[in-house]
């Protein structure tokens, strides 16, 4: 976690989003929180690492392979501005907001109280923002009765699940900074007897075993690990039910795609923006056994 006293950054330009990607791997292993945002359509991107620890610059030209800079940023009150940065969003039926916002929430919409903090989801972002967005569609014409959010961040895709079905939500984050941010905002948002938190490392933890199968995944996380745990998702949902998949630039939609193909799970849904996709997919059903 990054106090509120002086911190030090770490920036590096990267050709392209490929490039971007590892250098974001890079940084991520030594700073505790990073970003990465393109400076122009089609062209260069900038990764940034925020540690308030001086890093090891040994480390990370021997982790990035490229030009990068190490400057320590003076004390500032990083709460403050980021919270004032974050003006409320309305994201389909949700009103995404800070506690610094001294309106109300909008007749009609659904609340979600979430500050900038460390973890990662305040709605801001293209990944988070086409969570909620196919979440609000999905809530439209179907009811879940077992969900899990992979991944949680903030929690706030498991609090507009709860919210929006009123549905008990497993919320689970490999980051324990994350798992305490989000039973937080959990408190704040009122469904705290609702969603729990818990530490783990995917769907083979015991937490999320003990709950299986789910009905309903949302996982806004990163392409590789996506991929890499198509096998668990599918064992973990129900036949018949929704993942909800975010966290990938537009190249890397189809192996993602190729992988959850193979176990079964078929593309309902592909939303773009800004450069950032979100899926919907489904386990298909089993069918039964046709008489002979």
């Known amino acids: 976690m990054i106090r509120d006293g002086g911190v030090w950054r770490v920036s590096a330009e990267a050709a392209d989003a490929k490039a971007a990607e590892r250098a974001a791997e890079a940084v991520a292993a030594l700073c ?3 970003s990465a945002f393109e400076t122009a359509p089609g062209g260069a991107w900038l990764v940034e690492g925020f540690s308030d620890a001086a890093p090891d610059r ?4 021997a982790a990035l392979g490229i030009a990068f800079r190490v400057e320590r940023l003076p004390p500032r009150d990083w ?14 039926r949700y009103f995404v907001y800070g506690s610094h916002h001294r309106g109300g929430v909008p007749a009609g919409a659904i609340g979600l109280l979430i500050d900038a903090a460390t973890a990662f989801g305040t709605g801001e972002h293209a990944t988070t923002s086409g969570c909620l967005r196919v979440i609000d569609a999905l809530a439209r014409r179907r009811r879940f009765r077992r969900i899990l959010d992979m991944g949680t961040g903030t929690g706030i895709l498991a609090i507009a699940a709860a919210k929006s079905w009123a549905r008990p939500v497993l919320a689970v984050d490999i980051d324990h900074g994350s798992v305490r941010v989000a039973r937080t905002n959990f408190r704040r948002n009122g469904v705290a007897g ?3 938190a818990e530490w783990s490392r995917g769907y083979r933890s015991r937490r999320v075993s003990a709950r299986r199968p789910y009905d309903l995944v949302l996982a806004n996380i990163l392409a590789r690990p996506l991929a890499a745990m198509a096998h668990d998702l599918r064992a973990a949902l129900l036949p018949g039910g929704v993942a909800v998949l975010s966290g990938l630039i537009e190249w890397q939609v189809p192996f993602v795609l190729a992988a959850h193909r ?4 078929c593309l309902v849904r592909r939303l773009v923006i800004d450069g950032w996709t979100t899926l919907e ?3 298909r059903p089993i069918l039964p056994l046709q008489e002979e």
Do not use: D, H, K, Y
């Open 32 to 34: 505790a929180a990073v």
């Open 58 to 61: 040994t480390a990370l030209a």
């Open 79 to 92: 709460v403050r501005e980021n919270q004032e940065s974050f003006p409320p969003r309305r994201i389909g």
């Open 194 to 196: 609702r969603v729990s």
């Open 262 to 265: 193979l176990q079964g799970l």
């Open 281 to 283: 997919l489904r386990r």
